[in-house]
């Protein structure tokens, strides 16, 4: 059984805003995978994937390495196999 | 290949045991036209499907499977405290002798995830496949919203839903697009 797993409430917050934005991005992509001559949709997407990299960088500040496989870097000890995983939360 | 993001596409808060309603949500973990035959069938389809729509079959197949480790979120907080007796109460009795608390790849009745995956090859058939497979989708996240009174589940079910409606939206799209190529080389 996995021990219970804690975290501040400040994080399901800041979560929800990295989701927001990423999602926006999902849609983005699937939107101009069938509309790629749409130059305000493709504005719209390179605009929201740099605030996506914003948001992210200080999410991972506060709580750890997002992304797998070397595209999040790690303080020491190594960081990527702490828990929370996001079924625990 | 793929990389693993440490979160989930949109927020999934359970508050409650409720095994009754993982065993409904299990059919769109392991059932016909769950998340993960719609993961499998787009990601093999794409290796066979006119270019101008590759992209798409790689995007929104990839995009499933982060509805699948929704669903698999769900269903394991739903059950993680139950008692094998309240297991057993919802159903889930043989699941429970099988499995134990594993979410396992299975429909609503119990039946194991099968292989019955279409992929055919041929570009309107499979694309049809795809649309009608996403409504199918829609429609079970609907009876299931319909029988669920967990408004927080609800909306999570509630997101997956829309995404259903916009997936099935984009294989329209995306069989209007290989129609006006066909057009295009009668024409030349």
């Given amino acids: 059984m996995a021990e219970p797993t804690q975290v501040p409430e400040s994080y399901y917050s800041d979560l929800k805003s990295l989701q927001a934005i990423d999602f926006t991005l999902v849609e983005l992509t699937l939107y101009l995978d069938t509309h790629p001559n749409d130059l305000d949709a493709l504005k719209q997407f390179n605009s929201t994937a740099k605030k996506s990299a914003e948001l992210r960088e200080g999410f991972e500040a506060r709580y750890g390495p997002l992304r797998q496989f070397g595209h999040s870097l790690s303080a020491y000890p190594w960081q990527w196999k702490d828990t929370p995983w996001p079924w625990q939360v | ?188």
Wanted: glycine residues 8%; aromatic residues 10%; hydrophobic residues 35%.
């Fill in chain 2, 1 to 188: 290949m793929w990389y693993y993001e440490k979160k989930l596409q949109y927020p999934v808060r359970v508050g409650i045991c409720n095994p009754k309603m993982a065993k409904f949500l299990i059919e769109q973990y392991g059932g016909a036209d769950g998340e993960l035959a719609a993961a499998l069938r787009y990601l093999n389809q794409r290796y066979t499907i006119p270019g101008r729509v590759m992209g798409l079959l790689n995007d929104i197949g990839t995009e499933e499977f982060a509805h699948l480790e929704m669903i698999a979120t769900m269903v394991y907080k739903l059950t993680k405290d139950a008692t094998p007796e309240q297991l057993k109460e919802a159903g889930l009795g043989e699941h429970y002798v099988d499995h134990g608390k594993s979410v396992y790849y299975h429909n609503a009745a119990g039946q194991n995830f099968s292989m019955g995956l279409q992929s055919k090859g041929d570009p309107i058939a499979d694309l049809y496949e795809d649309i009608a497979a996403e409504e199918k989708a829609r429609s079970t996240y609907q009876w299931i919203i319909n029988i669920s009174d967990d408004p927080q589940i609800n909306d999570s079910l509630g997101f997956l839903r829309e995404r259903e409606i916009v997936h099935s939206q984009r294989f329209r799209e995306a069989v209007e697009l290989l129609k006006e190529e066909q057009t295009k080389k009668r024409v030349f």
